[in-house]
């Protein structure tokens, strides 16, 4: 069975950090890119990072560029979102989502993930 498992999240004050994870099970891993998405209210889902299976390159959105950090763990199955600097409008569920490729760069703005994870809630608060 094909699962993908997050965890972290949490209530942290701004500027704090947290780290999201992304478990697999059951997906030859190595052949997706990752791809991490947030949806806040009143807002479309948008990507926020994602990294390519192929070349381990990455991309982020301009907004959370230098300050998160998305990485795996291949032996592991897992992937992560570092998160640094946080702000309030970084408020919202982030969704892990992998994508079957066969080459090249990854994209943010995908929407048919072969597996989505469960989402979990980040909430910016003082």
């Known amino acids: 069975q094909v699962k993908l498992v997050q965890s972290g999240g949490g209530l942290v004050q701004p500027g704090g950090s947290l780290r999201l994870s992304c478990a697999a099970s059951g997906i030859a891993f190595e052949y997706y890119d990752i791809n991490w998405f947030r949806q806040t209210p009143g807002k479309e889902r948008e990507g926020v990072s994602c990294l390519s299976a192929s070349d381990e390159s990455t991309a982020y959105l301009d907004s959370v560029k230098d300050r998160f950090t998305i990485s795996r763990d291949l032996p592991g199955m897992k992937a992560y979102l570092q998160i640094d600097d946080l702000k309030f409008d970084d408020t919202g569920v982030y969704y892990c989502?992998?994508?079957?490729?066969?080459?090249?760069?990854?994209?943010?703005?995908?929407?048919?993930?072969?597996?989505w994870g469960q989402g979990t809630q980040v909430t910016v608060s003082s």
């Open positions: 989502g992998l994508f079957r490729t066969y080459g090249g760069v990854c994209f943010l703005d995908r929407d048919s993930a072969d597996v």
